[in-house]
């Protein structure tokens, strides 16, 4: 009777540590959707406002990507990395090799032609600066903003992207 009892005591234990386990990853889920969708509203102002946004976003939803992991910034497809590259380029925002990077990429796609380019939806939204990081989440790099917050976020997920290139043409 005492065997048992500990047996069914060690699986309610164990099931509540994987309950657990899978709440905790919702919550991390949850706060990235909500981080990436106050990045995603569009904003018109550039200064600070007295709720601590900036350019459309919390500071404190800034914060949460640059700590979410590499996931939180790391594109979910590599036509929309070769597009978040043009996009970094572009706005001067990474200075490494990233032009032979983002060629490389399109010739391995098979996107180096623009007109496959116009047709791959993934790549023309990189060129826009929407990030799409899985599971339906988009951060916007352009609605970031100029704030000291704002271009570490952009920094970092250039950075990010332009290594998971690297990655998967070498």
Same mark, same amino acid.
């Given at each position: ?47 600070? @406002?007295?709720?601590?946004? *900036? ?6 939803? %800034?914060? /949460? #990507? !640059? +700590?979410? $992991? =590499? ?42 032609? @623009?007109?496959?380019?116009? *047709? ?6 990189? %060129?826009? /600066? #929407? !990030? +799409?990081? $899985? =599971? ?35």
């Amino acid at each position: 009777m005492m065997k048992a009892a500990t047996k069914m005591i060690l699986a309610l234990s164990l099931s509540g540590a994987l309950f657990s386990g899978i709440a905790n990853a919702a919550n991390w889920q949850d706060q990235l959707s909500s981080a990436a969708n106050a990045l995603g509203q569009n904003a018109n102002g550039s200064g600070t @406002s007295a709720t601590g946004t *900036q350019g459309g976003a919390s500071l404190a939803s %800034l914060a /949460g #990507l !640059l +700590n979410g $992991g =590499n996931k939180s910034l790391s594109a979910n497809s590599m036509s929309n990395a070769a597009g978040v590259l043009q996009y970094c380029m572009k706005n001067n925002i990474v200075d490494n090799n990233v032009s032979s990077v983002k060629d490389q990429l399109l010739g391995k796609l098979g996107l180096a032609d @623009s007109l496959k380019q116009k *047709q791959s939806t993934d790549y023309n939204q990189g %060129l826009m /600066g #929407l !990030l +799409n990081t $899985g =599971n339906n989440q988009q951060v916007n790099l352009k609605s970031l903003g100029d704030s000291e917050m704002g271009k570490k976020v952009k920094t970092k997920a250039c950075d990010l992207v332009l290594k998971q290139g690297q990655k998967f043409i070498s």
